[in-house]
């Protein structure tokens, strides 16, 4: 018969045999026989752990710096960064990527800001186009769409304005450019696909290779839209070695450096936060400007008008990154052939490192943007 169940058994040893029977009694066993360094390890992998689950589902995007919405449109949420003592100045508009990933990019984190780079450097009025995520209201809008609403908050600021594209925001804002040149006194393309057959990046190769259908396909597997989790996916499998492994190597290496953890909490809050794009405009962009190169080649309609780079005459800088594989830089740099800004007018800059540095890499917002402040307020008129 069984100890536990046999009343002659005394109740001091009952209980004890009860106790080491607890399955969650081992937990402590465990930990007594842990040499001090063994805990430590032990803890640091809990920590991890948590701190991993937090990084991926657990935290929102935000940009750095205290701004207003000026205006709540369809496509976006225009912000305002510009403080009450900001001298009159020709207003200068971020364009942000439209990508897949928040427009917080711009204002990334404290002392790690392209918004507070320009301000710093005296750039005052600056504003960013906080793109939406498209809802189902949006499933048909296209390349027009974002023009229009463009072109509503450039009127809203007086109808003259600097445009700073960043990557997709870099076409949208030389489309604008092209279409309204008198409204746009200085623009700057930052790791902006300008040529899109230039170059041999990733990006350029999958637009090429895969077909129509193909893209379609993703676009009709997300409803209509082209999912943000669908090309945060493509992104990570670019890099598997770091997106599924390194990075949570790294974490665990740093899990007791709070300065890191703030960085990486800032880093993934954006990157783990994608956006859906209108099916409709993905494909358009897809099919007209990345496979057909139509901006380019000066085939591009935009708000009924055949749009021409070069219509562009204003001074132009082009900025790129040394070892950006999503735009590479001949990409960048091969638009002073299409533009009609003057060569003596074109400053062309390569920046060492990858994509998303040049909008938010400490080297780069030290060592280039700068200048690049200083060079938009010398055109203030």
Not at 140 to 158: H, K, M, Q, R, S
Not at 248 to 259: G, N, S, W
Request: hydrophobic share 40%; glycine share 8%; aromatic share 10%.
């Amino acid at each position: 018969m069984n100890s536990l169940a046999n009343p002659s058994t005394p109740a001091k040893k009952r209980q004890a045999k009860t106790q080491n029977s607890v399955p969650w009694f081992w937990p402590v066993e465990l930990f007594s026989a842990l040499t001090a360094e063994e805990f430590q390890a032990f803890r640091r992998g809990l920590d991890t752990i948590t701190e991993a689950v937090k990084l991926d589902t657990g935290l929102v995007p935000k940009f750095a710096t205290p701004n207003r919405i000026l205006l709540d449109l369809h496509t976006m949420r225009f912000r305002d960064f510009t403080p009450s003592d900001a001298p009159l100045q020709i207003p200068t508009i971020i364009d942000a990527p439209y990508a897949g990933h928040p427009s917080s990019i711009a204002d990334f984190s404290n002392g790690q800001s392209l918004v507070q780079t320009l301000m710093a450097h005296g750039v005052k009025r600056v504003y960013v186009t906080d793109w939406k995520s498209a809802t189902p209201e949006m499933r048909d809008y296209d390349i027009d769409n974002y023009l229009a609403e463009l072109n509503v908050v450039v009127d809203e600021l007086g109808g003259r304005v600097n445009l700073v594209g960043l990557c997709q925001g870099g076409w949208m804002s030389a489309m604008y450019a092209a279409r309204y040149p008198h409204k746009v006194a200085r623009l700057v393309l930052a790791g902006s696909p300008m040529d899109t057959d230039a170059g041999h990046g990733p990006i350029r190769e999958m637009a090429h290779d895969l077909k129509m259908a193909d893209f379609e396909k993703l676009v009709e597997m997300g409803g209509g839209f082209m999912r943000g989790a669908f090309m945060l996916s493509a992104w990570k499998n670019m890099h598997p070695d770091v997106q599924y492994f390194g990075k949570y190597v790294d974490l665990y290496e740093h899990i007791d450096d709070p300065e890191y953890i703030r960085k990486h909490e800032d880093f993934e809050a954006w990157y783990e936060n994608p956006i859906d794009l209108p099916g409709r405009w993905y494909l358009q962009a897809v099919e007209q400007l990345f496979k057909e190169n139509r901006l380019a080649k000066g085939q591009f309609v935009g708000l009924g008008k055949t749009l021409s780079l070069g219509d562009i005459h204003c001074p132009v800088t082009l900025l790129a990154g040394e070892s950006d594989d999503i735009t590479t830089s001949e990409q960048v740099f091969n638009a002073d052939q299409y533009l009609g800004t003057p060569a003596s007018d074109i400053v062309k800059l390569l920046a060492p490192g990858g994509h998303i540095g040049l909008f938010m890499g400490s080297r780069t917002l030290r060592e280039y943007w700068p200048g690049i402040a200083q060079w938009l307020v010398q055109g203030q008129a």
